[in-house]
């Protein structure tokens, strides 16, 4: 074994010493830094280039030799006395790639040097090895300072400024030279993650990773001894130097700017591509983003606030925002996006990718979808019973919540100690049907019913629809009614599973990637999986058509085409949501309230003149001024007949009353379930236990954090005129409890 061990690695020792004999340093490579990349509509027409060059090289001796070191301390701290790669890092790399593994990337300022001026920025083994080679034997032909300096005129430090000189103008406005130690230190840390960190000056997420950052370049400046411990804490009290604005070019404002981000951060996560690599250029990027509809939606979105905010004369209507996303059921495909007032406008946060926002109502489709699937443990110690839209539960408000083994569920707020679960009005509705109370968003029947389905069968059923377990929030009943906080984005594509007979699509944004006359892997349409049996999601389909025709969505039927959707409006009235969609296309629309310096929602009441703001009033007219818009010249389509249903129980235990409206005859065979009992149901979550918990700390439940700075998708809510019932909406959460509130 050993001797074959020494044979292997001879060889690679003949070949590489045979690879380094044999290579030349190129003529440094000017695609490498004057290309920009070029981003095209879905039917192939330009939409906009990014990257043009902003690059004035300088001399090393025009930056100051403690900005230099905050690079080196950075990146690179041996770099006066290496070789030029890291030796170690090296023949890791090559026994990777002999061995047929992972392409690996060089450490060294030498070979970033190398790579950003000699070499494409593709990953290849071939390319790889060449950088090592070259990294190698430069230092024959070339200075440390002449390294030094060409590394520095070569990176990309994001805000289009490539080289040192164009990243001190675009963060600090001023000339590198001028670049004190703490300012040198960011732009150092900012070459990592350019993308992110570009945005310091505004967004609290990106700011803290680069204060992060920023922090730990200073102390590496103190380890390695280029300043004292005394000018390091000197440095770190004189606090963290936030970037100045950025103005970004005329190219990127309005809403391209969050479309060609989305893009990049869509190819970045389907290819090994990164920042660094896309911000060198000479990448052709074809998106699904359709320019007649992006245009759609953001001139609803602009009449929808010319019609009801004032920010100047009425103080409510401050820093009120929108997120939207419109997907192609069918595909996956995002057509359309609204992340905000725009780039230009001092806006970086893209609201339709963002999570933060609290969904409300709009989750009850997924209970809904559970409890068909895996019934409900309505008799603690039995099997689940066969769930349909026409069973009946308590409606009323202040009912106490009981879990599936028929325990109160306990509720520290409450002077009780028990959990009263609340509606916005007291109206006494008795025991009412599923469709009624998804119909009037009826809070306490769809959290009860959540406790009988159980946490994991109903997190299951939003994770299979689209959802991101990042985005759920567990554990308290205040999850089956909206707690959690994915993008407008996921929940289009959670509603396009309903849309789309249960299949569920992964949502992209990128059709294919070129460089250098070829097409870069990664980029097919995804698979359709199948999420929920086709049923299912024809059923909520016709529960939540009722929603639009008969209950707190009527606002949509100004569409004037068949629909479904669901309102949802949150504690007090913090979002506010519609999504909806017709056969050919979903949009979700959420609306919020939140200073882009201060993290954390606002109440949205008195915004519009309203004194309660519901998904059914802002959110639905944006959507349905898009949709109308959107869906112009096609088709009017009538959605699948909702499939036929036996009798499902009730929740007090017996067949309902009133067979299933699609039930083949009033005497139909009750669904059989074929979901386990309680006690061997298999667990869907990261929880160890696999049934609905009893839990006991009900304190604390997220009722919406930010989505400055967020991950990424959402949109929807509420009523006004139209709706032939009373609508419920949201109250308040007592102090210490967790949501009680409906959610519109």
């Not at 300072?145 to 520095?152: D, F, H, K, S, T």
């Not at 609204?338 to 609201?351: E, I, L, R």
């Not at 339709?352 to 209970?367: L, N, Q, R, W, Y």
Request: aromatic share 8%; glycine share 12%.
């Amino acid at each position: 074994m050993s001797g074959t061990f020494l044979l292997f690695f001879g060889g690679l020792a003949g070949l590489f010493g045979y690879a380094y004999a044999t290579t030349t340093i190129p003529s440094a490579n000017p695609s490498t830094q004057l290309q920009s990349n070029t981003y095209y509509w879905s039917d192939g027409s330009v939409m906009a280039t990014q990257g043009s060059t902003n690059r004035q090289n300088v001399d090393l001796a025009q930056v100051p030799k403690l900005v230099q070191w905050d690079f080196l301390a950075a990146e690179n701290a041996t770099f006066y006395t290496d070789p030029g790669v890291d030796m170690q890092g090296m023949l890791r790399a090559v026994y990777h790639m002999a061995t047929g593994g992972e392409v690996q990337s060089g450490s060294t300022i030498t070979q970033q040097f190398v790579k950003n001026t000699y070499l494409s920025q593709n990953q290849s083994v071939t390319r790889k090895l060449r950088e090592i080679m070259i990294s190698l034997k430069i230092g024959g032909q070339m200075s440390k300072q002449q390294i030094l300096q060409g590394y520095l005129n070569s990176c990309y430090y994001g805000r289009d400024a490539y080289g040192i000189e164009a990243a001190a103008r675009a963060y600090y406005h001023v000339h590198a030279s001028q670049l004190t130690v703490s300012q040198g230190a960011f732009i150092a840390a900012a070459v990592n993650e350019p993308s992110l960190l570009m945005y310091a000056d505004t967004d609290p997420k990106a700011k803290a990773q680069a204060e992060a950052r920023w922090t730990y370049v200073l102390q590496r400046m103190a380890k390695i001894h280029k300043i004292t411990d005394a000018q390091e804490q000197q440095y770190l009290a004189a606090g963290f130097p936030t970037p100045k604005p950025y103005t970004p070019s005329a190219g990127m404002s309005g809403q391209t700017g969050y479309l060609l981000d989305a893009a990049k951060k869509y190819v970045e996560a389907h290819s090994s591509l990164t920042d660094q690599q896309l911000g060198h250029g000479g990448y052709q990027i074809y998106t699904t983003f359709d320019n007649r509809k992006v245009n759609a939606l953001s001139a609803s979105v602009a009449a929808m606030e010319k019609k009801h905010l004032d920010p100047k004369h009425r103080s409510a209507d401050k820093d009120v925002q929108v997120g939207a996303a419109s997907i192609d059921p069918s595909t996956g495909a995002v057509i359309a996006l609204y992340g905000g007032a725009g780039w230009d406008k001092g806006h970086w946060t893209d609201n339709a990718d963002a999570t933060g926002v609290p969904v409300g109502s709009t989750f009850k489709p997924i209970d809904l979808a559970a409890a068909l699937e895996h019934g409900a443990v309505l008799s603690p110690g039995r099997p689940p019973s066969p769930i349909t839209p026409d069973s009946k539960f308590n409606g009323d408000d202040g009912i106490t919540i009981k879990n599936q083994q028929g325990q109160e569920m306990p509720d520290s707020g409450d002077p009780t100690g028990l959990l009263h679960q609340r509606n916005d009005v007291p109206t006494k509705w008795g025991y009412i049907t599923l469709r009624k109370a998804m119909e009037q968003s009826v809070n306490t029947p769809y959290v009860q019913l959540g406790e009988y389905v159980g946490y994991d069968n109903v997190e299951h059923e939003a994770l299979q629809a689209g959802l991101l377990r990042k985005s759920l929030q567990y554990d308290t009943p205040g999850f089956y009614i909206g707690t959690s906080t994915p993008s407008a984005i996921r929940m289009a594509d959670a509603y396009a599973t309903f849309d789309d007979a249960g299949v569920q699509h992964e949502p992209y944004s990128v059709t294919k990637v070129i460089a250098d006359g070829q097409q870069l892997p990664g980029f097919d349409k995804p698979k359709g999986t199948t999420a929920m049996p086709s049923s299912t999601a024809g059923t909520v389909t016709d529960v939540l058509q009722d929603v639009v025709k008969n209950g707190t969505g009527t606002n949509a039927q100004a569409l004037g085409r068949p629909a479904a959707g669901k309102t949802g409006t949150t504690d007090d009235y913090k979002s506010a949501w519609f999504i909806g969609y017709t056969p050919q296309l979903v949009t979700s629309v959420a609306m919020f309230k939140e200073d882009p310096r201060n993290a954390g929602l606002q109440s949205m009441q008195g915004v519009g003149g309203f004194s309660k703001v519901f998904g059914a009033d802002m959110p639905t007219e944006v959507w349905t001024g898009y949709m109308t818009a959107a869906l112009q010249g096609q088709p009017v389509r009538q959605f699948p007949p909702a499939p036929s249903l036996g009798q499902g129980a009730n929740e007090f235990g017996t067949p309902s009353a009133t067979p299933s409206r699609t039930a083949s005859s009033p005497s139909a065979t009750p669904t059989t379930s074929t979901t386990p009992s309680s006690s061997t149901r298999p667990c869907y979550t990261h929880k160890k236990q696999c049934v609905s918990p009893s839990p006991t700390d009900t304190t604390g439940t997220t009722t919406g954090g930010t989505t400055s700075g967020a991950g990424g998708g959402g949109l929807l809510g509420g009523t006004t005129g139209g709706a032939t019932s009373p609508a419920p909406t949201n109250s308040p959460p007592a102090s210490g409890g967790f949501r009680r509130g409906a959610a519109g």
